[in-house]
């Protein structure tokens, strides 16, 4: 039988620059990354051989979670700049062949957006049901139910105006909506038309799968934070809503989507993402290789486990094969920084390189978060009046409650904190790191700009970002590396994460050594290294057609059979 192969798509090319405005560089000097700043680095992103850009939340915001509690969602913060100069942006992003992503954040809003406000005014007001406003148990005493917000603290906020409680699984700012109200979901359909009428080529959607909370609002199992997450992720609406916006929207557009989706698992998603008829969205950002070196989230940590991640690639990578599209990443806004995660600072380029290869070979759209490509590193900020990030915080709090020291929380803070990915990018080895013309940019500078920043690593050919270049323009120019199944070898070591992509009689082999110490590599299946190419590798290889070899520190290599 002839071999299936995934039906080739124009969202499955793109290779995605994420960029989280504030931190990505400053164009009028304020201290804050912004419009401006991108303007001026767009050659740099399409030279590093990307096609598309997913902005995390530009609009109007409060930015008590730094975009993702939006007040106004058709308008551009004004520390980032105006619409029209984000029009102009699109503009000069689509003349140098660069889509662009919008963040969709239509879980929640900020408690300053109208709805929200003219919501509170009273229980009769249109927007009241607009969001979850519930009556208190206990003659008004206890919240609703036992749900706790994903950000550690409980999930109801009281209003004494309204003797009433309203949902935020986020923080207290983050207002969930209710998307059971038609009218709420008018105005999401609203929302995306408006951008995509502009010409935004799709959308990440924020925590999509939680915006179907099962009816009644049941109380939850006694965890000690998200509890409740079990009436609300994937819930009972979740495909219906979807798919009417894909209907009613989305299929009027050439556009993608890729849908965040926490605890998320391949067979959960195919409901989502299987291509045809009842597909909803284009693909999904799930979570699972994130949790090699932790228990769900990054602050329950545990050694790094290759094994774990293996498995959770080959379950994604065989399960979606043809029927199903993968997102590909390693890091973004929300992730520390995965060179000090999965890979090895003493070996920051080694280690670099051979991460960036482990997952930009794989089948799926590769995103890449900023800074990513040059190994920007965990800042590990010491003091807890340093971090800025309200889920640190809370969960700092959350910590303390369950008694845990200061000084032990501080440790897994600078593992683990979102703030570690969210430091100024580092463009050269100047002033500010080159970010911001400002005396001060807006959050500390990892201090190893002066050594890791895009401006020695433009000059120098075998530099991380010159690797990432490579390998993404050995992706565009052979179609296995997109197309390709994927077959993985050695599954039961502890420290090769081998494997082989093989489309239209052309195959790949990617050697991936997660060790500092010399391991022996041996071909299997028969394959023989002398009759391919040798496309990548991250040392100088004497003898590529050799079989049989001692691997060199997190060493990888990518060879081509035709
Ligand atoms: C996921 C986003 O990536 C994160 O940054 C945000 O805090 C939450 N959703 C809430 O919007």
Redesign the pocket.
């Known amino acids: 039988m002839d071999r299936i192969y995934p039906t080739r798509q124009w969202y499955k090319e793109l290779v995605v620059y994420q960029i989280w405005p504030r931190s990505f560089c400053d164009g009028n000097a304020d201290g804050i990354g912004d419009i401006k700043g991108v303007i001026s680095k767009i050659d740099y992103i399409k030279q590093l051989g990307a096609n598309a850009i997913w902005f995390s939340p530009l609009y109007k915001s409060p930015q008590k979670?730094y975009g993702?509690d939006i007040s106004d969602y058709r308008d551009i913060a004004p520390e980032y700049g105006t619409l029209e100069e984000f029009k102009q942006l699109l503009a000069l992003a689509h003349e140098k062949g660069l889509k662009i992503i919008m963040d969709l954040?239509v879980?929640?809003t900020s408690d300053q957006h109208q709805w929200f406000l003219e919501s509170r005014k009273s229980k009769d007001n249109p927007y009241h049901d607009y969001y979850f406003w519930r009556a208190g148990k206990k003659g008004g005493k206890k919240p609703p139910n036992n749900w706790l917000s994903t950000f550690p603290g409980p999930a109801w906020q009281y209003d004494e105006h309204l003797n009433e409680y309203y949902l935020h699984l986020?923080a207290v700012e983050?207002p969930d909506l209710n998307m059971d109200n038609p009218r709420v979901r008018e105005e999401v359909k609203n929302i995306m038309r408006f951008w995509l009428d502009m010409g935004v080529d799709g959308f990440r959607e924020?925590?999509i799968t939680f915006i179907s909370k099962k009816e009644g609002l049941p109380n939850g199992f006694p965890l000690p934070a998200a509890r409740g997450i079990e009436q609300y992720v994937n819930g009972p609406h979740i495909h219906e809503y979807l798919g009417e916006f894909r209907k009613e929207v989305l299929d009027r557009y050439t556009c993608m989507t890729v849908g965040?989706a926490p605890m998320m698992t391949p067979k959960v998603a195919l409901r989502y993402i299987e291509e045809g008829e009842n597909q909803q969205l284009n693909m999904m950002f799930h979570f699972q290789h994130m949790e090699a070196d932790c228990l769900f989230i990054s602050w329950i940590r545990r050694p790094f486990n290759l094994r774990k991640l293996k498995k959770v690639y080959d379950n994604w990578q065989t399960k979606l094969y043809g029927k199903a599209w993968n997102a590909l990443y390693l890091e973004?806004?929300?992730q520390p920084r995965i060179i000090s995660r999965y890979g090895d600072e003493c070996y920051r380029a080694e280690s670099g390189k051979l991460l960036a290869t482990m997952y930009l070979c794989q089948s799926g759209t590769p995103f890449i978060y900023q800074g990513q490509e040059i190994g920007m590193t965990n800042i590990r900020l010491p003091e807890l009046d340093m971090y800025v990030d309200i889920?640190t915080i809370n969960t700092y709090k959350l910590f303390r409650k369950l008694h845990f020291k200061h000084e032990t929380i501080m440790k897994i803070a600078k593992e683990a904190s979102r703030d570690n990915a969210r430091t100024p990018m580092q463009w050269s080895a100047g002033k500010n790191a080159g970010f911001t013309q400002a005396d001060k940019a807006w959050f500390h500078i990892n201090p190893n700009y002066t050594e890791v920043n895009v401006e020695a690593q433009l000059e120098d050919p075998d530099s991380l970002l010159n690797y990432y270049r490579k390998l993404l323009a050995l992706r565009k120019e052979n179609p296995v590396f997109v197309y390709g199944d994927f077959k993985m070898h050695y599954r039961r070591s502890k420290k090769l994460f081998v494997y082989e992509r093989n489309f239209e009689g052309e195959k790949l082999l990617v050697i991936c050594v997660f060790s500092d110490e010399p391991v022996r590599f041996r071909t299997t299946g028969g394959l023989k290294l002398a009759g391919a190419e040798l496309l990548l590798s991250n040392y100088t290889v004497d003898n590529p057609g050799e079989d049989d070899f001692l691997t060199k520190p997190y060493e990888t290599r990518v060879y081509l059979f035709r």
């Open positions: 979670d993702y954040v879980n929640h986020f983050q924020d925590v965040e973004n806004h929300d889920s």
